[in-house]
C-alpha cells in the first residue's frame, strides 16, 4: 500500500523556522514529483510547492515569498519543506502529495494521487 | 490570477443525485481533478483528467466539463459521501496549481 506520512509540526514561535517531513513508504518517492498542499483554519486546500521527481525544478505560490524551501532526499525516500520566519498566517494544516506521472514534474499536471494525513503547524507567541 | 469557482454548500437526501460545480474563464487545454476531503482525513482523489474514475472509487462519481464549468456528480448519495470536495487544475500561465474554494456536501 502506498502512503505519506508527515512530520515535524507543532507550537512555533513567530520568527522560527520549522522543517516538515514527509515519509514515504509503498513506493519509490523517487519516481514520482511531490507536493505540499496546507489548510488554513476553516479553509480549503492551498497548493504550497512542488518539486520534480529529480530535485532539479521546484515551484512555489506566491505567498510562500522566499521564505518556503522544498526539498527531497529520494535515497532516504522523504520529502521535505523548511518554513523560515514563521508568521501567524503560516498555521495550517500542511499535507505531502504525490504526483501520479513516472518522473515527472511539478507542473506536469498530473494528480495528486496519494496525500498523507496531515502535520498540523500552529504559529503563536 | 486564475480562479476555480465552487459553491459553498449542496445539500441533498440519501438517494438523490449530487452536482457540484468547478466554475472558471476556460478549461481549454486543462485537465480538472476532484478531491474528497473528510475531517481529520487525507484527501482523497475521486475523479482525474475531467472523467476519469480512479480504481477504487464507486460508479457513483462521475466527472464532466461543458464549456467553463466542470461537474462532479454523485449518484444515489449515500451518508458516508458527506464531505467537502475540492476541484484543482494545473494553470500553466501562472505556473500554479489552483484549486476551487470548496464545496461541502451535506446529506440531510
Known amino acids: 500500500e502506498e502512503k505519506l506520512v508527515e512530520s515535524g509540526g507543532g507550537f512555533v514561535q513567530p520568527g522560527r523556522s520549522l522543517r516538515l517531513s514527509c515519509a514515504a513508504s509503498g513506493f519509490r518517492l523517487g519516481d514520482h514529483a511531490m507536493h505540499w498542499v496546507r489548510q488554513l483554519p476553516g479553509k480549503g486546500l492551498e497548493w504550497v510547492s512542488g518539486i520534480s521527481w529529480n530535485g532539479e525544478m521546484r515551484g512555489f505560490s506566491d505567498f510562500t515569498k522566499g521564505r518556503f524551501t522544498i526539498s527531497r532526499d529520494n535515497a532516504k525516500n522523504s520529502l521535505y519543506l523548511q518554513v523560515r520566519s514563521l508568521r501567524a498566517e503560516d498555521t495550517a494544516l500542511y499535507y505531502c502529495?504525490?504526483?501520479?506521472?513516472?518522473?515527472?514534474?511539478?507542473?506536469?499536471?498530473?494528480?495528486?494521487?496519494?496525500w498523507g494525513p496531515g502535520t498540523m503547524v500552529t504559529v503563536s507567541s | 490570477s486564475y480562479i476555480l469557482t465552487q459553491p459553498a454548500s449542496v445539500s441533498v437526501a440519501p438517494g438523490q443525485t449530487a452536482r457540484m460545480t468547478c466554475a472558471s474563464a476556460t478549461f481549454v487545454r486543462k485537465s480538472v481533478h476532484w478531491y474528497q476531503h473528510k475531517a481529520g482525513q487525507a484527501p482523497v482523489v475521486v475523479i482525474n483528467?475531467?472523467?476519469v474514475r480512479p480504481s477504487g472509487i464507486p460508479e457513483r462519481f462521475s466527472g464532466s466539463i461543458s464549456g467553463n464549468m466542470a461537474t462532479l456528480t454523485i449518484s444515489g448519495v449515500e451518508a458516508g459521501d458527506e464531505a467537502d470536495y475540492y476541484c484543482q487544475v494545473w494553470d500553466n500561465g501562472s505556473q500554479h496549481w489552483v484549486f476551487g474554494g470548496g464545496t461541502r456536501l451535506t446529506v440531510l
Open positions: 502529495a504525490k504526483g501520479s506521472g513516472y518522473k515527472g514534474s511539478w507542473y506536469s499536471g498530473t494528480v495528486f494521487d496519494i
Open positions: 483528467d475531467d472523467t
